[in-house]
């Protein structure tokens, strides 16, 4: 089994600053990509950031300048770094990482964490 710990959301006043934090823990023998995804009520979910393996990173366009996202291999954890935060970024953030579960495997499983509410006031 593979789990995905998400930790670090809230409510915060418009630009201010929140850092998200998840951690895949089970039986992994690689991760490799990693992802934030967020959904805003009535809102399909969209894809925010994701990071590789090696640490390459793309973001959307609406938080390019405002978001980063890191990793830390050892502990098979990513983080969303978010400032400037803006009403319009409130929703529900989910990690998402694709998983070697053995050695031998030829392709990654994808795991989803339970998700976080972030909650920007104006």
């Known amino acids: 089994q593979v789990q995905l710990v998400e930790s670090g959301g809230g409510l915060v006043q418009a630009g201010g600053s929140l850092r998200l934090s998840c951690a895949a823990s089970?039986?992994?023998?690689?991760?490799?990509?990693m992802c934030w995804y967020r959904q805003a009520p009535g809102k399909e979910r969209d894809l925010v950031a994701t990071?590789?393996?090696?640490?390459?990173?793309n973001y959307a366009d609406s938080v390019k300048g405002r978001f980063t996202i890191s990793r830390d291999n050892a502990k098979n954890t990513v983080y969303l770094q978010m400032a400037s935060l803006k009403p319009e970024d409130t929703a529900v953030y989910y990690c998402?990482?694709?998983?070697?579960?053995?050695?031998?495997?030829?392709?990654?499983?994808?795991?989803w964490g339970q998700g976080t509410q972030v909650t920007v006031s104006s």
């Open positions: 990071i590789t393996n090696s640490g390459t990173t």
């Open positions: 089970g039986s992994i023998f690689r991760v490799n990509a």
């Open positions: 998402n990482a694709n998983v070697y579960r053995f050695r031998t495997s030829a392709v990654t499983t994808p795991y």
